[in-house]
């Protein structure tokens, strides 16, 4: 068992400087079959796993931001080109581990443990934490892991392994952000209850995000909730839309409605509980507009009649950061 690439056993000492990364940075690998494993930082080794440097195989530059290419147009003659767009492509990359026997584990139990954290069919995570950011990047397998030694692994106690993986949405993601604003006022026999809820994106001016909001209550309850263009070209509307809002259909009884503002939303837009046509009952309304990157928290106003005490709305804001830590002080 060997071959050129094969390397040699690095001293046990030497492994907690074996990535470079900044010292209060820890990684952990979330398992596909629930293994939670420390890689590098506080805690790395524990489970007979360290993360390895470049040198042996680890491709830090190619998941340390989301890879982007630009799209730019121009006529026959045209001198230089207009900017046509951005591209995210997904994240493709490889990750070396050392793999080492522990005092409580043999190197064989130690490696079946590390391998079945990652799947070709099911999402495994790689988890960033620096401070009091925690950002999540779900990956999958791209190919086959290698596994490289200079001799018996189970006798020395020690492997290399190469893993490569994909992530399809190239986003280190944090929990998201959530607002809601509930009725103190009982509006079901006319008369209108006015609130805020707050909205922010730190992200970085390039990366726009898209809240989620989920509206609940009762029969005939009709909220009215923002579509602003905060600014946005795209439909030569900013001005005229700046205020933009939506009045959404009444509730059903008892439904409660999931609005994902993205228009290229796996489910659509408009996602009732109880109702499958609730799109069609949206008349041909669609949410336009994303929030801004670098928009700090800003309050914005709800409205809602027909509604008991107790009913809700509720605003998500998305964390999807393009790299694994960093972003607006």
Not at 253 to 269: K, S, W, Y
Request: charged residues 20%.
């Amino acid at each position: 068992m060997g071959g050129d690439a094969a390397r040699a056993a690095p001293a046990r000492q030497d492994l907690d400087t074996a990535v470079n990364i900044p010292e209060a940075t820890r990684i952990l690998i979330e398992g596909a079959g629930g293994q939670r494993l420390t890689v590098a930082g506080p805690g790395a080794g524990t489970d007979g796993v360290v993360l390895a440097d470049v040198d042996s195989g680890t491709e830090f530059e190619n998941f340390f931001e989301a890879p982007t290419t630009t799209i730019w147009n121009a006529t026959a003659y045209q001198v230089g080109a207009d900017f046509g767009g951005a591209r995210e492509e997904k994240f493709d990359f490889t990750l070396a581990f050392h793999i080492l026997a522990t005092a409580t584990a043999s190197w064989r139990a130690a490696y079946e443990r590390f391998r079945l954290a990652f799947s070709f069919k099911r999402d495994s995570g790689l988890r960033a934490e620096v401070g009091d950011s925690s950002r999540l990047l779900t990956v999958r397998l791209g190919a086959k892991p290698a596994v490289k030694v200079t001799g018996d692994p189970n006798a020395d106690g020690y492997a290399l392994a190469v893993v490569p993986l994909v992530g399809a949405y190239p986003r280190w993601c944090e929990p998201d952000v959530v607002s809601q604003f509930v009725t103190t006022t009982d509006t079901t026999g006319g008369g209108v209850e006015s609130g805020y809820v707050t909205v922010s994106n730190p992200l970085p001016v390039d990366y726009e995000i898209w809240p989620r909001w989920i509206i609940q209550g009762g029969k005939d309850i009709v909220w009215t909730i923002p579509d602003f263009s905060w600014g946005s070209g795209e439909f030569e509307r900013a001005e005229i839309d700046r205020d933009r809002k939506m009045v959404m259909p009444p509730l059903l009884d008892g439904e409660h409605v999931v609005i994902d503002t993205d228009p290229l939303a796996r489910n659509g837009q408009a996602n009732s509980s109880i109702d499958t046509e609730f799109p069609a009952r949206m008349n041909g309304q669609r949410f336009c507009y994303p929030l801004p990157g670098a928009t700090p928290e800003t309050k914005i106003p709800v409205s809602v009649t027909g509604a008991p005490v107790g009913a809700g709305v509720q605003v998500r804001c998305p964390r999807p950061w393009p790299r694994p830590w960093g972003g607006l002080d």
